[in-house]
């Protein structure tokens, strides 16, 4: 059945899913550190800077782009920041309802949905601003018009794709690998060659919009110099094994009887799902095709691009980042169940696949009740108890327009104060940053030194946790923490589950 068959139920699944991620998350603060350097970053260029060429970016210009358009119509503030993730995220489950539900049947569509609405969003610290959730978003939604134009021979489907495709590789490069995957499996199809010219000119009309933005700010060469910097250091201190999902997860479960070893058991589940999900389904369709002697076209296709978005996220493709990537797994492990389950073990199916559901997500929800809400720059936002304190301590000092200096990694506080960071770097990785960004900063800092400094004192052992791959000799940045002991002194010192935190004032005290 052609895909436009479900467009109304598509919509309803894309307006449902908007409006209560609008409830759950719209301005809620879950302090998720990398956020900040986007929401930073869009601040940036609203004001009319240039990512490359004024502060310092590691991956493509499309995410700060994106958020500083919506902060210019709307104005910066977290709601306003939320809207284009809320409308990702429900873009992504619409079209997991419109692909499972052709491929299978309407309600096994929208029984996956809702299985792959609660996984994808049961972690609400994971519904932050990221590069990838827009990145991976497009890549998976480029799939979509293709997998149409592929079944139905539309150029306009295919040059929706191209279009789709451009945007996420300007978001994150490595998604450029889904578009390569697009392409070449057009250029082997001789039935759909005829297609390889409208999907190139979808990419040509995006990346030509973004080029010339790039020259009009004079960015291209800095933009180039940048990507160099990015694949010299970004693999080195961000390779993970396939699959890494840190630790801590036996010490969690010593203490649990039977029964909560099985419920404890099926949310480790949900939680490695982004990792074991892809393997087991192309593995399954492998044996299911071996089995038949006869190959899906569609499915296969749809197997090219899990395996292209899965190889995206390399060299970090650990848990969180495998979560990005994940819909188009639930598409295909849907569309096998379909096809060798008996009819009759269908209606358990869906109520354990609730259950599941309701298991997995409601936690999260619960645990909502008792967030409080804080007056910021970015508007008021709802935080936890405990992450009050820490938001008091600086927004009862530092001011809109202050010069605020936020070391080494929690960029969130710029948006939050409006604060004027007098560096490039929205934040400073010990292990990631090379000697000569640190001289850059502390050339900086000294040429403007900010009236305020928001620390994070971070032992090296929770650089390793977080990124394992780091170089131990690397994780002190000696030059800025010796400029920060000797000109500034600690107002307030706050210890966090993120950290030791100290906000520090300029001049002697």
């Known amino acids: 059945m052609a895909l436009n068959s479900y467009w109304r139920t598509s919509l309803a699944v894309f307006a449902l899913t908007a409006i209560?991620?609008?409830?759950?998350?719209?301005?809620?603060?879950?302090?998720?550190?990398?956020?900040?350097i986007y929401l930073d970053g869009a601040l940036r260029v609203m004001n009319g800077q240039a990512p490359y060429r004024d502060f310092f970016v590691h991956t493509g210009p499309g995410t700060y782009w994106l958020y500083a358009s919506v902060?210019?119509?709307?104005?910066?503030?977290?709601?306003?920041?939320?809207?284009?993730?809320?409308?990702?995220?429900?873009?992504?489950?619409?079209?997991?309802?419109?692909?499972?539900?052709?491929?299978?049947?309407?309600?096994?569509?929208?029984?996956?949905?809702?299985?792959?609405?609660?996984?994808?969003?049961?972690?609400?610290?994971?519904?932050?601003?990221?590069?990838?959730?827009d990145s991976s978003a497009l890549g998976f939604l480029a799939v979509v018009p293709a997998y149409a134009a592929l079944r139905s021979g539309s150029r306009l489907m295919m040059f929706a794709s191209g279009m789709l495709a451009a945007a996420a590789a300007w978001c994150t490069p490595t998604l450029g690998i889904v578009a390569l995957g697009i392409a070449l499996?057009?250029?082997?199809?001789?039935?759909?060659?005829?297609?390889?010219?409208?999907?190139?000119?979808?990419?040509?009309?995006?990346?030509?919009?973004?080029?010339?933005?790039?020259?009009?700010?004079q960015a291209i060469k800095p933009m180039l110099e940048h990507f160099l910097w990015t694949s010299s250091n970004y693999s080195a201190a961000n390779r993970v094994p396939y699959g890494w999902a840190g630790t801590g997860y036996g010490e969690i479960g010593s203490g649990l009887g039977i029964v909560g070893w099985v419920l404890?058991?099926?949310?480790?589940?949900?939680?490695?799902?982004?990792?074991?999900?892809?393997?087991?389904?192309?593995?399954?369709?492998?044996?299911?095709?071996?089995i038949r002697r006869r190959v899906e076209q569609p499915i296969l296709f749809l197997i090219l691009c899990s395996g292209a978005l899965v190889a995206s996220t390399y060299p970090r493709w650990d848990i969180g980042h495998l979560l990005y990537v994940a819909p188009i797994s639930y598409v295909l492990a849907a569309a096998f169940l379909h096809r060798s389950l008996p009819a009759k073990t269908l209606p358990p199916l869906f109520?354990?696949?609730?259950?599941?559901?309701?298991?997995?997500?409601?936690?999260?929800?619960?645990?909502?009740?008792?967030?409080?809400?804080?007056?910021?720059?970015?508007?008021?936002?709802?935080?936890?108890?405990?992450?009050?304190?820490?938001?008091?301590?600086?927004?009862g000092r530092v001011r809109p327009g202050d010069s605020l200096f936020v070391f080494p990694y929690f960029p969130t506080m710029y948006f939050l104060t409006h604060g004027v960071n007098p560096t490039r770097f929205s934040y400073l990785q010990p292990g990631l940053m090379t000697p000569e960004d640190e001289a850059i900063a502390?050339?900086?800092?000294?040429?403007?030194?900010?009236?305020?400094?928001?620390?994070?004192?971070?032992?090296?052992?929770?650089?390793?946790?977080?990124?394992?791959?780091?170089?131990?000799?690397?994780?002190?940045?000696?030059?800025?923490?010796?400029?920060?002991?000797?000109?500034?002194?600690?107002?307030?010192?706050?210890?966090?589950?993120?950290?030791?935190?100290?906000?520090?004032?300029?001049?002697?005290?």
């Not at 990346?207 to 010339?212: D, I, T």
């Not at 589940?269 to 095709?289: D, E, H, K, M, N």
């Open 351 to 395: 109520c354990l696949t609730m259950f599941v559901a309701i298991f997995v997500w409601t936690p999260g929800v619960a645990g909502l009740s008792g967030v409080r809400r804080v007056t910021t720059s970015a508007g008021v936002v709802r935080v936890k108890p405990e992450d009050e304190k820490l938001l008091h301590m600086i927004l």
């Open 264 to 290: 404890y058991s099926a949310l480790l589940g949900v939680v490695a799902a982004p990792a074991v999900l892809p393997i087991l389904t192309w593995l399954a369709w492998a044996i299911y095709f071996a």
């Open 71 to 133: 902060f210019r119509v709307f104005g910066p503030s977290l709601v306003v920041a939320r809207l284009p993730l809320i409308c990702e995220v429900a873009a992504i489950t619409a079209a997991v309802f419109l692909l499972t539900a052709n491929l299978a049947t309407y309600t096994f569509g929208l029984a996956t949905t809702v299985v792959f609405f609660a996984a994808q969003t049961r972690d609400l610290g994971m519904l932050a601003l990221n590069h990838r959730w």
């Open 185 to 217: 499996w057009i250029a082997v199809s001789p039935g759909l060659r005829k297609l390889l010219l409208p999907f190139l000119s979808g990419m040509a009309a995006v990346s030509a919009v973004c080029v010339s933005i790039l020259a009009a700010e």
């Open 20 to 36: 209560v991620l609008f409830w759950v998350c719209a301005n809620l603060l879950t302090l998720n550190p990398d956020e900040g």
């Open 442 to 509: 502390l050339q900086e800092l000294q040429g403007h030194p900010p009236q305020w400094v928001f620390y994070d004192y971070v032992r090296p052992e929770e650089y390793l946790k977080h990124w394992p791959s780091s170089d131990p000799s690397r994780l002190r940045l000696n030059s800025i923490e010796e400029f920060l002991s000797a000109r500034y002194h600690p107002l307030e010192k706050l210890s966090h589950r993120l950290g030791d935190f100290s906000l520090l004032e300029r001049g002697s005290p």
